[in-house]
């Protein structure tokens, strides 16, 4: 028994620090993105992108992904800027930005 409890409590501790490290890297991955989107998501970037703050995690998951591959717009234009920005990241980075972002 007490094999168990020290068991699930490890894997609970773990879980806990990956959410942490997870949170820390999103944290991380937005420092490049408070210039045009705000600390918190709430500047509309370039006069254009609407404001993040208040999106989901998944709508803006896709959106990033779309500005990866070149199929998102913004009133029927790329963003270059954006496009040059998350073609470096992996999808696992995006997800994780993505998460971050929509804590805002």
């Known amino acids: ?13 773990a879980t806990t620090l990956f959410a942490a490290a997870a949170l820390a890297d999103g944290a991380a991955l937005y420092g490049p993105c408070k210039g045009c989107h705000g600390a918190d998501g709430s500047k509309t970037a370039m006069n254009i992108s609407p404001a993040l703050k208040g999106q989901g995690a998944d709508e803006l998951l896709t959106k990033l992904k779309g ?17 040059k920005f998350v073609k470096k990241l992996s999808d696992e980075e995006l997800k994780t930005l993505a998460d971050h972002i929509a804590t805002f």
């Open 1 to 13: 028994m007490k094999r168990i409890i020290a068991i699930t409590l490890s894997a609970a501790f």
């Open 67 to 83: 500005y990866k591959d070149g199929t998102y717009k913004i009133q029927d234009k790329t963003a270059p800027m954006m496009a």
